[in-house]
């Protein structure tokens, strides 16, 4: 007998995550506790793994473990990125389920950034402390939070007596995180793709149908170093590189009119500016031995592409708009920003249709269980990329907590977002998959 996600089956999903409430935190808080930062080309993944495998093994599931460069003819993959190690940094796939509906993929990664300075935190990275009302520790939102949503709501709805007629897919998968993104390619390339994908990343339960791309660049300034007591002979490497900060504050407010109606992105979303590029997170500029102008200044930053857009027409637009709003100075126009595109995974902006029938059951659910479900765009890239890309399993992203928080010091997980999480993914796989008792 059939059930969808209203009623009954919400009903006792619900009461089944209140009773399991505590097994479900307390998974999330092992995942956390258990230090899986990446570090390229390599990462810290395979004891969190085992940790994974050994709960989908409990569950009585088939499961799958492999380090993703052991996938057949995967380096000659057109998405695949060469020069990272996977040693001791395998993929866990679990399967549920039949064959006669549709197949669903929820996918999350265990890699996570690092920790940082530990005195910035007010409790251990790693404690996974419960206070507040939340979970706190590296990983606890972005997105070891998600990982335990999907495999505990596949524990509650086997532990309700449900069985789907189609099947459901659980990807705990390695190096996300800092652009690899090779552990879901891999999972793709292994055929364990579906219908749709889910990709459990922070977006305080909301429902993202698109992805931003972009490009990280390096900025160069080079000045004309002098004596400090003779400054005015000089040029400040550091005084130019603010032209480039202008070039870029400039550049958003191009990309403002043009990218207005963007949906999930433009005037109407929730974002100050559709497509950033004023994102400088580092600044290097003179010698602290030496008391003179700096000689060169050098600027990270990143330059947003959203859904839709060419890559290579995007930036190299951008590139040329910077070097000739630079060029109006005239020291810059003599010697120029040395502008270049940072070795990595060229990241593309991508996106469903908001019609999918996987973004209907996820909103359906997240009603039933009282939380907004708004659809909006995700501000980052994330690996529905390579689903949308690479793969013909359409992926939108949905999880619990706030991607704000994430790669910051004390990033943390609210408990009543991680149950709600598993309610609304049970609920999803009951109704996409279609949920037999």
């Known amino acids: 007998m059939s059930a969808g996600p209203a009623g009954d089956v919400g009903a006792r999903l619900r009461d089944r995550v209140e009773r399991d409430a505590e097994e479900i935190v307390a998974f999330a808080q092992e995942l956390v506790r258990v230090p899986s930062e990446t570090h390229p080309p390599g990462g810290d993944e395979g004891p969190v793994q085992r940790v994974v495998a050994a709960k989908l093994e409990e569950l009585g599931l088939d499961v799958d473990v492999f380090e993703p460069w052991d996938v057949d003819g995967i380096e000659a993959h ?37 920790a940082g300075p530990r005195e910035r935190w007010t409790s251990d990275p790693y404690s996974a402390e419960l206070r507040e009302g939340a979970i706190w520790g590296r990983g606890s939102a972005d997105m070891k939070g998600g990982v335990a949503a999907m495999v505990m709501a596949v524990a509650t709805l086997r532990r309700c007596g449900f069985e789907p007629a189609g099947s459901v897919v659980l990807e705990s998968v390695v190096n996300e995180e800092l652009g690899g993104y090779n552990g879901t390619l891999a999972c793709c390339a292994k055929g364990y793709g579906g ?92 010698d602290p031995e030496v008391m003179a102008h700096p000689e060169a200044a050098e600027l990270l930053f990143w330059v947003d592409l959203l859904p839709g857009e060419s890559r290579e027409a995007v930036l190299e637009r951008f590139e040329r708009f910077l070097r000739s709003y630079t ?77 704000a928080l994430a790669h910051a010091p004390d990033e943390h997980l609210p408990v009543d977002e991680l149950l709600r999480a598993v309610e609304i993914i049970g609920m999803t796989i009951a109704e996409f998959c279609g949920a037999f008792r």
């Open 195 to 286: 219908d749709a994908a889910i990709v459990l990343e922070p977006t305080e339960l909301n429902i993202a149908p698109a992805s931003k791309g972009g490009q990280v660049y390096r900025a160069v300034v080079r000045g004309d170093s002098t004596h400090s007591a003779f400054w005015w002979r000089g040029t400040s490497a550091l005084d130019k590189a603010l032209m480039v900060k202008e070039a870029l504050v400039a550049w958003e407010r191009t990309r403002a009119r043009e990218c207005a109606e963007v949906l999930f992105f433009g005037q109407d979303s929730e974002y100050p500016m559709p497509a950033y590029a004023d994102t400088i997170w580092s600044l290097r500029a003179g």
């Open 78 to 114: 057109e998405g695949w990125w060469p020069g990272l190690d996977y040693t001791d940094r395998p993929n866990v796939v679990a399967t549920w389920g039949g064959e006669a509906g549709r197949r669903l993929v929820l996918n999350g990664h265990v890699d996570v950034v690092p």
């Open 327 to 403: 060029a109006t100075d005239p020291y810059l126009a003599v010697n120029p920003v040395e502008l270049s595109r940072e070795t990595m995974r060229p990241f593309i902006g991508n996106a469903i249709d908001p019609d999918h029938p996987i973004v209907a059951c996820l909103a359906a659910a997240a009603r039933e269980t009282g939380a907004a479900g708004r659809l909006v765009g995700m501000p980052g890239a994330c690996d529905a990329m390579i689903f949308n890309l690479y793969s013909d399993t359409p992926a939108v992203v949905f999880g619990p907590g706030d991607l």
